[in-house]
C-alpha cells in the first residue's frame, strides 16, 4: 500500500523559517503531481503549493515569495521550504500526491496524516 508522510512541523516564531517533508512509500509505479496543502482551525483546507514531475510549481497568493515546493523523483520526497513565517500561516499541513500504486492498479490522490506548524510568539 501507499502511503505519505509528512515531517518538520513544529513552533516557530513570526519571521522564522521551517522546512517540511513528505515521504512517499510502498507499491508506487509513478508519482504525478505533488503538493501541500493547509487547514486552520474553524477552515477550508486550502492549496499552498504544488509541482509538476519536472518541477513547475504553483503557489497560492498568501505565500508566494515566501514559500519554496520542491521535489526529489528518485527520492520520493516533496519538500515546502517556509520563510518569512506569519501567525496566519498556523495550520496543520497535508502532503498531497497523484499516484499510481502498481499493487492496486489504481491512480489517485493521496494525502499524509498532516503535521502541525504554529507560528506564535
Known amino acids: 500500500q501507499v502511503q505519505l508522510v509528512e515531517s518538520g512541523g513544529g513552533l516557530v516564531q513570526p519571521g522564522g523559517s521551517l522546512r517540511l517533508s513528505c515521504a512517499a512509500s510502498?507499491?508506487?509505479?509513478?508519482?504525478?503531481?505533488m503538493g501541500w496543502y493547509r487547514q486552520a482551525p474553524g477552515k477550508e483546507r486550502e492549496l499552498v503549493a504544488d509541482?509538476?514531475?519536472?518541477?513547475?510549481?504553483n503557489y497560492a497568493d498568501s505565500v508566494k515569495g515566501r514559500f519554496t515546493i520542491s521535489r526529489d523523483n528518485d527520492k520520493k520526497m516533496l519538500y515546502l521550504k517556509m520563510n518569512s513565517l506569519k501567525p496566519e500561516d498556523t495550520a496543520v499541513y497535508y502532503c498531497?500526491?497523484?499516484?499510481?500504486?502498481?499493487?492496486?492498479?489504481?491512480?489517485?490522490?493521496?494525502w499524509g496524516q498532516g503535521t502541525q506548524v504554529t507560528v506564535s510568539s
Open positions: 498531497n500526491a497523484d499516484i499510481s500504486d502498481y499493487d492496486s492498479y489504481t491512480r489517485r490522490q493521496y
Open positions: 509541482i509538476t514531475y519536472i518541477g513547475s510549481t
Open positions: 510502498g507499491s508506487i509505479f509513478s508519482i504525478s503531481d
